[in-house]
């Protein structure tokens, strides 16, 4: 079983629109979840991350996420979307047996059209 | 303070010659990751260090890759006799201690491309 799931590999809003982008993980990780983004032909960035505590967590750039223990999800928001959003958002959750090592989603692309 | 640096930033190299790619952790930072990202993918663990110690080596993809950290630096990850199916973007990570919850950081990557 994949360990984390994003769905959706793109994903197009307007400018100002909401950004919702999925993140799926299996409930045999251990419970820290990661968002990464990567702007073209950059490294990764982090824009926010889960480590057990406060179950709303504020990033960067406006955007938060929830961990839904219930539903084994953490979705990315922003409220409103802005054209510097556009790139590509990676969700992350520590290997099962060796957390030390990230296992990354397949991605999701965001396009923000004007 | 500087951001983990890799070098060089393009690599285009013949198939069956060798390679190194070179990563530059944030000063102070124990831990030292390289992931292999694939075009469209997402990217995949290779290995990992704490210092100058190799604790997992499990995701490389043959024994034609290896990677070292001699004073727990610096690092290098040298692949070779290149296949066209090395061709993709090697990212480099570091963080400050060794444990699940500490963010990796990452540099701007090395893509190598194999002709």
């Known amino acids: 079983a994949q360990s984390v799931t994003q769905l959706g590999s793109h994903v197009s809003v307007s400018e100002g629109a909401l950004v919702l982008l999925r993140c799926n993980y299996s409930s045999s990780v251990p419970p820290y979840l990661f968002w990464y983004v990567q702007y073209p032909n950059q490294g990764l960035q982090l824009l926010l991350k889960y480590t057990s505590a406060a179950t709303l967590v504020k990033g960067i750039n406006g955007f938060e996420a929830e961990f839904k223990k219930s539903e084994t999800s953490f979705h990315l928001t922003k409220p409103s979307a802005h054209m510097s959003d556009a790139a590509e958002y990676f969700c992350?959750?520590?290997?099962?047996?060796?957390?030390?090592?990230?296992?990354f989603g397949a991605g999701t692309i965001l396009r923000v059209k004007s | 303070g500087a951001g983990v640096s890799q070098s060089p930033r393009y690599k285009v190299a013949k198939r069956g010659q060798d390679v190194a790619l070179r990563c530059d952790p944030i000063s102070g930072h124990v831990s030292l990751f390289w992931y292999q990202q694939a075009l469209g993918q997402g990217p995949e663990f290779l290995t990992y260090f704490q210092n100058e110690a190799q604790l997992d080596k499990s995701g490389l993809p043959s024994d034609r890759f290896f990677a070292e950290r001699p004073e727990g630096s610096v690092s290098t990850l040298k692949i070779q006799r290149t296949q066209q199916e090395d061709s993709a973007v090697y990212l480099c990570a570091s963080s400050l201690i060794l444990n699940p919850t500490d963010t990796q950081y990452f540099g701007p990557g090395t893509r190598l491309t194999v002709l």
């Open positions: 992350a959750v520590p290997h099962m047996e060796y957390g030390n090592k990230l296992v």
